[in-house]
């Protein structure tokens, strides 16, 4: 749509600009106009999220940080919400929790005026710290966290884009900590963010349904699923969402038997993560490929493994307990099943 076109090409713009984006940026923080880096952060933060440059934005918003008075109470709270969830994205999650503590902290002060800003901010905060405590495995904490902001945002913006995300953020949460798939969040996190056009969050969903008829061993549902995360993220350069649609069509595919589509799809989903340098989705493509080689009739056991310790590497580079804890188990299964090879 003409939304999603005119965001692809200010991404773009904004990527070829990133000189300029810095330079401008650092020069708002040094004459001290922190009014308008208040209602300009999320923007940054968006702009990292999209084309995967957390290091760079990660820099600028804590230089911001740093230099904000503390009397400026509104947009150090915004800035460290933002400066959080880069660091989460970093790996850096002890980091996240401290500045989200410090953020909902200020939040239960009333330092934001607005309260659907404050809401917003809160959801992001909450968020950010629940899934450094997953990364961390605490599983309980993460659960909390992840209650605490939907049934806030429930009973204050049930019909919100940050009421959505809440639902389908708990969604992943239960999903994945307790193994309770279940599919109405998402459908309802779907029809909110469909009825206001929200085309990227729409690819989010669309990515997650599919895993979760994955997960419920439902392969055929996931597919037009899949293959509509595709379009929408090929057409607004969504880079991470993209890699993930294709990184479930791989699943898909391991799991009828495909083996060398199953291949093809990682060399390809490798090659994107290669480019953007991203650790996390390097880390689950080879998760992938070794259980790909472990699978084969005629596969290799000391490929699969090599594939999972490259696998390792990378979750270590960014300290998520929780995958790396997978990544291990997933040797032990190579290391037993080494004697059909």
């Keep these: 749509n003409a939304e999603g076109e005119a965001k692809?090409?200010?991404?773009?713009?904004?990527?070829?600009?990133?000189?300029?984006?810095?330079?401008?940026?650092?020069?708002?923080?040094?004459?001290?106009?922190?009014?308008?880096?208040?209602?300009?952060?999320?923007?940054?933060?968006?702009?990292?999220?999209?084309?995967?440059?957390?290091?760079?934005?990660?820099?600028?918003?804590?230089?911001?940080?740093?230099?904000?008075?503390?009397?400026?109470?509104?947009?150090?709270?915004?800035?460290?919400?933002?400066?959080?969830?880069?660091?989460?994205?970093?790996?850096?999650?002890?980091?996240?929790?401290?500045?989200?503590?410090?953020v909902i902290a200020n939040l239960q002060k009333g330092v934001i005026e607005s309260e659907e800003r404050s809401l917003s901010i809160a959801q992001q905060a909450y968020t950010t710290q629940a899934f450094s405590y997953s990364s961390l495995a605490d599983f309980p904490k993460t659960l909390q966290l992840a209650q605490k902001i939907h049934d806030m945002l429930l009973e204050k913006a049930p019909d919100t884009d940050a009421y959505a995300q809440a639902l389908a953020n708990l969604a992943v949460i239960e999903g994945d900590i307790l193994g309770n798939y279940t599919v109405e969040h998402y459908r309802k996190a779907l029809e909110l963010f469909e009825a206001k056009g929200q085309q990227v969050n729409i690819a989010w969903i669309l990515v997650n349904m599919a895993n979760y008829f994955i997960n419920s061993h439902k392969l055929h549902n996931p597919k037009p699923l899949l293959e509509r995360a595709n379009r929408i993220s090929e057409n607004l350069g969504l880079n991470h969402w993209l890699a993930m649609s294709k990184y479930y069509q791989a699943k898909i595919t391991l799991l009828e038997g495909q083996y060398s589509d199953a291949e093809a799809l990682c060399e390809l989903i490798l090659s994107k993560a290669e480019r953007q340098n991203k650790a996390s989705m390097l880390a689950i493509i080879w998760r992938l490929r070794g259980e790909v080689e472990l699978s084969r009739p005629e596969g290799n056991f000391e490929k699969a493994l090599e594939y999972l310790d490259n696998a390792l590497g990378y979750a270590h580079a960014i300290s998520d307990v929780a995958l790396i804890q997978g990544i291990l188990v997933d040797r032990l299964g190579c290391f037993l099943a080494g004697e059909r090879f």
């Design 8 to 102: 692809q090409q200010l991404v773009r713009l904004l990527g070829n600009e990133l000189n300029n984006l810095e330079a401008a940026w650092l020069c708002a923080v040094e004459r001290g106009w922190f009014e308008r880096l208040y209602v300009t952060c999320k923007a940054l933060q968006q702009f990292g999220e999209m084309t995967a440059r957390y290091k760079p934005v990660e820099a600028l918003l804590a230089k911001a940080l740093a230099d904000c008075p503390e009397e400026n109470a509104a947009c150090v709270t915004a800035l460290a919400s933002n400066l959080a969830l880069m660091r989460y994205r970093l790996g850096k999650y002890q980091g996240a929790i401290e500045l989200t503590d410090m």
